[in-house]
């Protein structure tokens, strides 16, 4: 089988890793610039509103997915004239546009935040009617870690905020108060007669740093047991109402109790990273699987796995880590902010990963191993 990956980066490389192992092949397409997939496929670089290119990519290809969301529509349209693209265009159309997602959510029977489009000026007065303040104004389309986001605390600041950031279409939403940040990644796959199968991961509980994922727990422990229940209901409903056929990932603040779900990515998550080692089948296998509709692999832990995220410098290249963990470099060149790769410990018990995760991270990064990670 052969598979076609828009896009070259970290998930792409992954992804391509995973289905090598499974007998399939990989061929990129991706804009000019550096990539991580060197040695895992053909790639094809160019503009992905050129048809030939396009008509190039598709040749010989079983299915094509993609391992960025804000990868052009019309592109994936043009695609799927061709061959199967899955997840499809109704996934990616909903996750580019935030006003648009929180309202699938909420169909879903997903909790959300109160929020309110604000596409031009004349939106000013009823968003403030329906969103308490403190709010967060974003960007509708294009936003990511973090980017494209303002915090609006008084009236006021609205105007200066929908200028500062390029007074394209926005979306309002109230500011959530919360303890934690978790992750459900779910797949959903489609067999030939047309039956679907869905497998969830144990949930993840996220931090970041810069606005950028620094750590990932799996699974996340002490949450609201009735919330988690309904928030994974909701992520059912969500991959059969979108159709999609491949991985989804839900990130959620949790507050009082409450799983409050913030926003989508259709395709494998940063997150989700620790299910190369810490479960009996990685978010990137059942992927590759769901978008060539084989039949998914079992997803439970093999434990507690801690991930850390190498970000912005090059790890000591000598550094000694313990057995338990495994080390992931990318291939890419050190930028600020940059992900670079990075690690999973993975043990029977949390501590035991937290502090092996601990050790590796303080290692690459030259520290003592006491140093905080
Ligand atoms: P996002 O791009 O929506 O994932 O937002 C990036 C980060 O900003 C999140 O991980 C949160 O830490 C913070 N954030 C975003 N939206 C809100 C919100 N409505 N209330 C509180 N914090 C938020």
Redesign the pocket.
Known sequence: MKLGILGAGQLGRMLAQAAAQIGVECRFLAPPGETCVQGLGELLQGDLSDDLLLTRFAQGLDAVTYEWENVPAAAVERLSRLVPVRPGARSLRCAQD?VHEKQFFRGCGLAV?AFAPVDAPRDFVPALAGVPLP??L?TRRM?????G?ARIDKPDDLPAAFERLGSVPCIL??????ES?ISLLGVRAVNAEGREEMRLWSPCR?E?RR?ILDRTVSPAVDLPEESLARACAGMAATLSGLDHEGVLCI?F?VSRGRLIA??MAPRVHNSGHWTIEGSQTSQFENHVRAALRMPLGPTESSGVSVLRNLVGDVPVPDATLPASVRLHLYGKSPKVGRKLGHLTAVAQRESDAMSAAQAAFAALNGQPASARG
Do not use: I, L, P, T
């Not at 936003?143 to 980017?147: E, F, I, P």
């Open positions: 935030r935040q709010a967060m974003k936003g990511y870690d973090g980017k986001q939403e109230a500011f959530v108060s919360f940040e996220n970041h606005g990130e603040f913030n926003e």
